[in-house]
């Protein structure tokens, strides 16, 4: 029998609350408000409490959510932000969308996130903010990162886009910074059915202006105080989201039992190298990393037996033609071995366990 395993089957995670989704744009449609009203408002209160944070500000969009946060902050030309050196790219993208320049450090090689005792090095008097990644779902030193921020002045930004739900030291991803930014981009933990994102912050003056900020400057129509974008979260998106969210835990958690049953199984097979989760986070895994030396090898055997995985990514952001007039090969030797040998096996919270089984099978029998 030929198989066939998606990698993310976002249609069946999403009919999963097809009645409840079906409902909510009803009510939507028939209140006839689709941008920032009720359901964003709801929103704000629902996640700000999941994330333990005073404040959450529904955006369009994970990007925008950086670029506002760094905005926020009066991050501009001229000024420097540290950022992994392996990260999504929209993390160094709103560095530079704000004028300012990402100034990258090399991440651990056992837990793919930025290493803080490389990070002080980096610092210079132009250096405004550090930019962790909680990536691929687990949680970075955030205190030993907030500890180093502080000590020299400058701002923390987590970058949460792909960690909704993970813990360091037992306190939630994206409540460690000054203003977190985070995307409900339909692939995330926590997806919305289309485009968006939010900020959490504690500080109610930063609060106040991101408001204006994702509005035209504006917080009574028509009158402008600073400016500003358009980067509203709609009606939509927010009503989905309300629903999701109650089940955003439980769907971390079916995401930790599987992560649970590939480390059984996966464990001393040929040069496999697992993820390691650092002791004092935890992860949620939003995607499960293997590294091998015969990646493309084994991505084209698991292709070939109907299982389709990912690489998260395949060149890092400063080999890409966007930024490759300031770096070349060989300037972040740790991000670039990731790269080269990183495979995202699937992880969706419904993969089945017979699918789970064939996967590690073929893995095997590749070995
Ligand atoms: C680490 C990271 N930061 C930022 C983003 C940007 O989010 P969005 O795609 O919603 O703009 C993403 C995801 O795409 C991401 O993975």
């Not at 919305?192 to 994102?197: E, T």
């Amino acid at each position: 029998m030929n198989k066939k395993i998606k990698f993310l089957n976002l249609k069946q995670i999403n009919l999963f609350f097809e009645e409840e989704l079906l409902d909510a744009f009803k009510e939507v449609l028939h209140s006839g408000w689709l941008v920032l009203g009720d359901n964003v408002k709801k929103f704000e209160e629902n996640y700000a409490k999941f994330n333990e944070t005073k404040y959450c500000i529904g955006v369009s969009n994970g990007l925008d959510a950086l670029i506002l946060s760094l905005k926020s902050l009066d991050i501009k030309n001229g000024d420097e932000v540290i950022v992994p050196s392996n990260t999504y790219i929209a993390t160094w993208l709103a560095v530079s969308i704000v004028g300012a320049t990402p100034v990258p450090v090399e991440p651990d090689i056992e837990t793919y996130n930025i290493n803080p005792s490389l990070i002080e090095e980096k610092i210079s008097n132009k250096t405004k903010a550090i930019i962790p990644v909680n990536l691929y779902g687990q949680a970075a030193k955030l205190e030993e990162i907030c500890k180093i921020a502080e000590k020299h002045g400058i701002k923390v930004i987590e970058d949460n886009a792909q960690a909704q739900g993970a813990m360091y030291k037992g306190k939630k991803t994206g409540s460690w910074g000054h203003v977190n930014a985070t995307s409900f981009y339909p692939g995330k933990n926590l997806g919305a059915l289309g485009d968006a994102g939010s900020i959490t912050t504690n500080e109610i003056k930063l609060q106040e202006k991101l408001v204006k900020l994702r509005n035209y400057g504006s917080t009574k129509k028509y009158y402008h105080d600073i400016i500003g974008h358009n980067c509203r979260l709609d009606e939509l998106q927010a009503a989905f989201l309300n629903i999701k969210l109650k089940r955003l835990e439980f769907f971390n958690n079916k995401r930790i039992q599987i992560a649970n049953v590939y480390y059984d199984f996966l464990k001393n097979t040929g040069d496999i190298i697992l993820p390691k989760i650092d002791e004092n986070a935890t992860s949620v895994y939003h995607q499960f990393i293997i590294r091998t030396k015969l990646r493309d090898q084994l991505l084209n055997y698991l292709s070939n037996h109907g299982i389709e995985t990912m690489i998260h990514y395949p060149v890092p952001s400063h080999l890409q033609k966007a930024y490759k007039r300031n770096y070349k090969k060989g300037d972040f030797p740790i991000a670039e071995e990731i790269s080269n040998t990183c495979l995202s096996l699937p992880i969706n919270p419904f993969l089945k366990e017979d699918d789970l089984e064939y996967i590690i099978k073929k893995i095997k029998s590749f070995y």
